[in-house]
């Protein structure tokens, strides 16, 4: 057996005990893992000060060291998600529903664990605590196979988790980090079949595609970010520009980060005037369609690549439409299905754009980046799913269950 099926036979056999813990016993766990990473918080930077530096003499862009790097505040973040975690309710052992059949059986559909759960993720370190923790929440054991890039940062930190389980009564075992420093690590997950019950995909578009079609195990698929603002021609001015430049500039390297621009024609020329303004002092590299390039000579010529583009960077593409339908024209060929925003006063249009765009969030005068499971009010969450087939958006602690029915009968025969 190679290592990583080691690893998952390991899972396994810890998922089974994590599947009846209490809500009282997965909290204290959660609780006690917060704590132990806020005090060792120093050693925790210090391996990621590894991480960071090689990231670096490697040439990689300021965004991607910005979504690697950790900080003692971001340690203390990765701490909080985890208390938060603790006091949301445990979705273990709802009822989803039930009822009394007429031949007197009673019925319910619960929730339970997935089981056994691997998430492949690349770059950012934070996600090795947040999926430990929300794994843990919902009773699943997880397989965390994070970026050669990061693995000393995410060896420090799941070294830390796994000692704080085991201190709080719980399987460590729950919490495994497999190897990073070869392909082969991921390939054997992807074709952990019954011992893996569940893949998800964090990272890159490449990233996410080589999981889906190689995978074996299922995958919940989680998707790239080309999230695109629209400003209507009934839009507010002010709301349309504070929230295209907090979409476009609150945090680059973020999958919730709008990477397109459409404006309205009516409109344009009250409008565009004062964005490119804005979102050039801030940094930004505007790529415009030649109608947007008429307006400033900061303006790049937009390719036909640069619509399906998720920059990650201090870039965005930027069209003029001449009507809803040629923006949701727009959105349907080149957005991801993440998030898309309507800018309108109009309460018609806003409910228009709604009903006809595809997308797993849609925003009405509010900023791409509230897509979070956070700012849900989930708790830390798994990934952003992007498909249709079990969980869609943020994924919280529901969504990382399955059910199974409990029938109950007084020795009723068929």
């Given at each position: 057996?190679?290592?990583?099926?080691?690893?998952?036979?390991d899972a396994r056999a810890a998922s089974i005990d994590l599947a009846a813990?209490?809500?009282?016993?997965?909290?204290?766990?959660?609780?006690?893992?917060?704590?132990?990473?806020?005090?060792?918080?120093?050693?925790?930077?210090?391996?990621?000060?590894?991480?960071?530096?090689?990231?670096?003499?490697?040439?990689?862009?300021?965004?991607?060291?910005?979504?690697?790097?950790?900080?003692?505040?971001?340690?203390?973040?990765?701490?909080?998600?985890?208390?938060?975690?603790?006091?949301?309710?445990?979705?273990?052992?709802?009822?989803?529903?039930?009822?009394?059949?007429?031949?007197?059986?009673?019925?319910?559909?619960?929730?339970?664990?997935?089981?056994?759960?691997?998430?492949?993720?690349?770059?950012?370190?934070?996600?090795?605590?947040?999926?430990?923790?929300?794994?843990?929440?919902?009773?699943?054991?997880?397989?965390?196979?994070?970026?050669?890039?990061?693995?000393?940062?995410?060896?420090?930190?799941?070294?830390?988790?796994?000692?704080?389980?085991?201190?709080?009564?719980?399987?460590?075992?729950?919490?495994?980090?497999l190897d990073a420093t070869t392909r082969e690590s991921v390939k054997e997950?992807?074709?952990?079949?019954?011992?893996?019950?569940?893949?998800?995909?964090?990272?890159?578009?490449?990233?996410?595609?080589?999981?889906?079609?190689?995978?074996?195990?299922?995958?919940?698929?989680?998707?790239?970010?080309?999230?695109?603002?629209?400003?209507?021609?009934?839009?507010?001015?002010?709301?349309?520009?504070?929230?295209?430049?907090?979409?476009?500039?609150?945090?680059?390297?973020?999958?919730?980060?709008?990477?397109?621009?459409?404006?309205?024609?009516?409109?344009?020329?009250?409008?565009?005037?004062?964005?490119?303004?804005?979102?050039?002092?801030?940094?930004?590299?505007?790529?415009?369609?030649?109608?947007?390039?008429?307006?400033?000579?900061?303006?790049?010529?937009?390719?036909?690549?640069?619509?399906?583009?998720?920059?990650?960077?201090?870039?965005?593409?930027?069209?003029?439409?001449?009507?809803?339908?040629?923006?949701?024209?727009?959105?349907?060929?080149?957005?991801?299905?993440?998030?898309?925003?309507?800018?309108?006063?109009?309460?018609?249009?806003?409910?228009?754009?709604?009903?006809?765009?595809?997308?797993?969030?849609?925003?009405?005068?509010?900023?791409?980046?509230?897509?979070?499971?956070?700012?849900?009010?989930?708790?830390?969450?798994?990934?952003?799913?992007?498909?249709?087939?079990?969980?869609?958006?943020?994924?919280?602690?529901?969504?990382?269950?399955?059910?199974?029915?409990?029938?109950?009968?007084?020795?009723?025969?068929?």
């Amino acid at each position: 057996m190679t290592t990583v099926l080691k690893q998952a036979a390991d899972a396994r056999a810890a998922s089974i005990d994590l599947a009846a813990a209490t809500r009282a016993e997965k909290d204290r766990a959660l609780l006690l893992m917060a704590d132990r990473l806020v005090e060792r918080a120093e050693d925790i930077v210090a391996a990621n000060a590894v991480d960071v530096n090689s990231a670096r003499d490697a040439g990689q862009s300021e965004a991607m060291i910005d979504r690697l790097t950790l900080t003692p505040a971001r340690v203390e973040a990765m701490a909080d998600g985890l208390r938060q975690l603790a006091a949301l309710p445990d979705p273990v052992g709802d009822v989803v529903r039930g009822s009394t059949l007429a031949n007197g059986l009673e019925l319910r559909q619960v929730r339970v664990p997935f089981g056994v759960v691997g998430i492949i993720y690349e770059g950012r370190p934070n996600v090795t605590a947040d999926a430990a923790g929300i794994c843990l929440k919902s009773g699943n054991a997880a397989l965390l196979r994070g970026s050669g890039s990061a693995y000393s940062s995410n060896a420090a930190i799941v070294a830390v988790l796994r000692k704080a389980v085991a201190d709080a009564g719980l399987p460590a075992d729950a919490i495994q980090l497999l190897d990073a420093t070869t392909r082969e690590s991921v390939k054997e997950l992807m074709r952990a079949r019954g011992l893996v019950d569940v893949l998800i995909p964090r990272g890159g578009a490449e990233l996410i595609k080589a999981v889906v079609e190689e995978s074996t195990v299922p995958v919940i698929e989680t998707g790239v970010g080309n999230c695109h603002v629209y400003v209507d021609q009934a839009a507010d001015l002010e709301k349309a520009l504070a929230v295209t430049v907090n979409s476009k500039t609150q945090r680059l390297s973020t999958c919730n980060t709008a990477e397109s621009l459409l404006v309205h024609a009516d409109i344009a020329d009250s409008f565009l005037p004062l964005v490119i303004e804005e979102l050039t002092l801030k940094g930004v590299t505007i790529h415009g369609d030649p109608r947007v390039r008429s307006y400033s000579d900061d303006v790049v010529p937009a390719t036909e690549a640069d619509w399906g583009t998720e920059y990650l960077s201090a870039d965005i593409a930027v069209a003029i439409v001449d009507s809803m339908d040629d923006a949701l024209d727009h959105i349907r060929r080149f957005g991801s299905g993440h998030t898309e925003v309507i800018v309108s006063e109009s309460t018609t249009a806003a409910r228009r754009f709604a009903a006809r765009v595809d997308a797993a969030a849609v925003m009405i005068n509010a900023s791409t980046r509230f897509t979070d499971g956070g700012e849900f009010g989930f708790g830390a969450e798994i990934g952003i799913s992007t498909q249709k087939l079990h969980a869609r958006g943020p994924m919280g602690l529901p969504e990382l269950t399955s059910t199974k029915y409990i029938v109950t009968g007084n020795g009723h025969t068929r």
